[in-house]
């Protein structure tokens, strides 16, 4: 009975046991200790650790990710291996931890890795608008459209795209400033300034190059509002150009004379510049008729200053009405420059600035000499600056009554025939060379030096729109400063009117 007893427990014990395992093998136990995972750019690895009691997989495992097992059985160190994301969007890799062979009792694994910051590293240091540059660094989208680009604030336009380098068109007038490219959600900004050069940008704005509009445009004026008046030497007229470049006829007949009246009635003889005062009147040097002429604003024109006999208003060249209520008056025939105050006129207002007889001499202006002076400008402190034609220089007169030379040395390979001068406030002068078929520019530095570079032209004559050196002139014989900061050129033998603007 006893052995009986104990044989019956041992049976009951045994089925016990066998029933454990079998449900121990229904209900499996799957763990995982991360399920969300966040990561740099960079390439490296993470650790999971998959506790369970049966056979496990993770799936849906991308290509830029090794895992390592990818299966197993029970208790297991899984290896996350991730490649450098250099992209310009993050990655995302949803990983499915199951029982192998069974459904169910499913864990989601997110791995999220960041987008590559965008770094720049280098750049072209300096270019003129409408160039390319290149900016080279990481983190760059590899198409075009996905990269932004700016410079100085200024959009640019993208043409080329890597992922570590960009081609860039500059804006134009972008300026000088910072770089920075926009990539997805990431973005840099250039340690150092991007350089903007700026450059003349030469345009026609009236004029075909034959006779059919300009005969010789001589002289020049712009207002406030871009309008320039022309006096054309060869036409005897004076003509008005919008800023769209409609020219119309506001005086003048054709025939040489001297006649006054309205408009077409009246006649010129040689006009070789004009010059408005405040109250929108024109003011016109007629150059064969030793005279002064006055267009009012209806079109009116009369003989303002005028001198028979030539001894003090003789063929007058270059005006210019200055901030004190006068008409500056370059003249060739006596070789000075003289003044008329507005208010009265007359040849017997007439007073000498500087200049006794033909010849080359700087000092006091009593005793200073000119050859053939053209053109006068004034700047903001009152010094005037001459077009001295044949002795191939530009003057300047100070306030003070002290004549100098600023540009040009008596030769033509360094500045030819003078005809045109334009000072800005800052005593910076713009000089037409028309000998040499270009403009250059005398710039004023802070200590008083005086230094001269061409700005646009060549020494080859010729007609093209263009940057700087690529323009071409014929006979460039006037400059003018609007205000509006554009230069303006009459170019005599090329009948044209162009523009010359900063960009």
Known sequence: MKAVHLGSILFVLAMLLANCRKNDKLVPTLAADKTSLNVSAGAGKEYLQIDANTDWELTGVPAWLTVTPSSGKGNTKVELSYTANTTTAE?????????KGATGNTITIALQQAQADVIITSFTGHAIGGASITINGSGFDGTVGGNTVTINDKAATVTAATPTALTVTVPVKAGTGKIKVTAGTKN??????????????????????????????????????GNAYVADFGANKIFKVTPAGVVTTIAGSGNAGAADGNGANAEFKGPTDVALDGNGNLYVADYFNNSIRKISPGGEVTT???????????????????????????????????????????????????????????????TAKFRYPAEVSMDALGDIYVADQENKRVRRITASGNVSTIGGNGTAAVLGTVTGVAADAKG??????????????????????????????????GYADGNGASAKFINPVKVVLGSNGILYVAEEAGRRIRKMELQ
Not at 91 to 99: I, M
Not at 201 to 211: C, E, F, Q
Not at 341 to 353: E, F, K, N, R, Y
Not at 433 to 446: E, M, P, S, V
Request: charged share 15%; aromatic share 8%; with cysteine.
């Open 188 to 225: 840099a900004t250039s340690a150092g300034d991007f350089t903007y050069d700026w450059v003349y940008h030469v345009s026609t704005l009236a004029g075909d190059g034959t006779y059919s509009i300009f005969n010789r445009p001589y002289g020049l004026s712009v207002d406030a509002v």
């Open 428 to 461: 910076n002068v713009y000089v037409a060379d028309f000998g040499n078929h270009r403009i250059q520019k005398i710039t004023r530095a802070a200590d008083g030096s005086y230094s001269m570079a061409v700005i646009a032209g060549g020494s080859a004559e």
């Open 91 to 99: 990655r995302l890799a949803n990983l499915t931890l199951t029982v």
């Open 304 to 366: 303002w200053a005028v001198d028979a006999g030539g001894a003090q208003l003789n063929s007058p060249t270059g005006l210019e009405v200055d901030g004190a209520g006068n008409l500056l008056v370059a003249c060739h025939g006596t070789h000075k420059v003289i003044k008329i105050p507005l208010a009265t006129g007359g040849a017997g207002a007439i007073t000498t600035i500087a200049g006794t007889d033909a010849g080359y001499v700087d000092g006091p202006v009593a």
